[in-house]
């Protein structure tokens, strides 16, 4: 059964949307991972697992800078160029139209009618004026978070708009975030999530808003994954919750050979999902 005190999470709930097996495999039978996990564009398990650290470095150094923590040097003058190329671009990014008060790595966890969902954001951005509508930016709340994906082109903002990520997010500080707002609950429209993408600097940013309609139709989706996945839990445990019907989805997967699956030979996932699979999805380090 699933534990009482579980709390859900964009991990969680895209497990099981992408697979209720790994989800089930994963977050009730608390499997160990038989495969070291590979990544995508080739990437051999060594490298991926490379590139997993070198996110994990710069959302450090980021949370660091934040603090008023400065790097030493000789960090920044050892560290892969990777490293050194995403950290310059951060220095580089200008931040002054975000709200005032910037606080690193925050977690947040919001009810969710009988459960909890919660959600760590990179960086929140709070500011006491209310946020302008339209193309203006400042003031209001702001989730950040920093990316470090790959791909041949940068994620539309529709792409991210969809994804689990921005939807438990948005509604994580629109349900709990009042301790940021004088302990007046935030409106939907106050509510701000922006993308950094480290690797495309040509287009670093992506914003995306939040409505009341928003808020609602979050709240219906996340309700029902969440009671569907405590209902099949209580059920006939592992029978409840088969493997996905998309091998592709089994590509990337660290369970795949307790499924007897290797990913559909020749498939590939398309280019977003591909290019979005990165720090975002790693449970243990939850960057």
Known sequence: MLDPQFRFSQHSLSDFVDCPRRFYLRYIARQSWPLVETGPHGMDALTYQEYLRRGAVLHRWIERYWLGISESQSNLQTS?????????????????????????????SAPLGDFRVYARFDLLAIDSLPRQTGEGR???????DWKTLRGENSPSQEFLKQRLQTRVYLYVLATAGAPFNDGVQLQPEQCVMRYWLANFPERPWVEIGYSAAEYAQDTARLLALASDISTRATQAGEAQFPKTDDERKCTYCTYRTLCHRRGAPGAALPDDEVTMIDLSNVEALDY
């Open 138 to 144: 400042g003031g209001g709340v702001v989730i950040i």
């Open 80 to 108: 892969n160029s990777e490293l050194a190329v995403w950290w310059s671009r951060f220095l580089a990014t200008d931040f002054s139209d975000l709200p005032t008060q910037r606080l690193p790595e925050l977690e947040l």
